[in-house]
């Protein structure tokens, strides 16, 4: 995987509006309903990491899910990152 530059992150970003690049990693709050929503949430994305080999960084506290995304071979921002973001958008789109 390449490192993508800035100005193609942010032209990509244009399609995620709950993302935003912030220190070399694509970055997303979420907040849900409850603890027991977001902890699903976070259940679900695990599974689809594990199937990707991609794992974010995140921090669960109550009903707020933060995730930074980053391909720590390249330490910034790929096509690997992009992926999971949708993947992600998909999985707390259901939860809606």
């Not at 409850?34 to 794992?55: G, L, T, V």
């Not at 669960?60 to 958008?89: C, P, R, W």
Request: net charge negative; glycine share 2%; charged share 30%.
């Amino acid at each position: 995987m390449s490192l993508m530059k800035d100005e193609t992150i942010e032209k990509r970003l244009l399609r995620f509006p709950d993302w935003e690049h912030r220190n070399n990693t694509l970055y997303a709050e979420f907040e849900f309903d409850n603890f027991k929503d977001c902890f699903s949430a976070m259940s679900r994305i695990a599974f689809e990491c594990e199937s990707q080999n991609h794992h974010p960084e995140w921090t669960n506290v109550y009903n707020v899910l933060k995730i930074s995304l980053s391909t720590h071979d390249v330490n910034g921002v790929t096509e690997k990152d992009f992926k999971l973001a949708q993947a992600i958008e998909d999985i707390v789109e259901v939860q809606d």
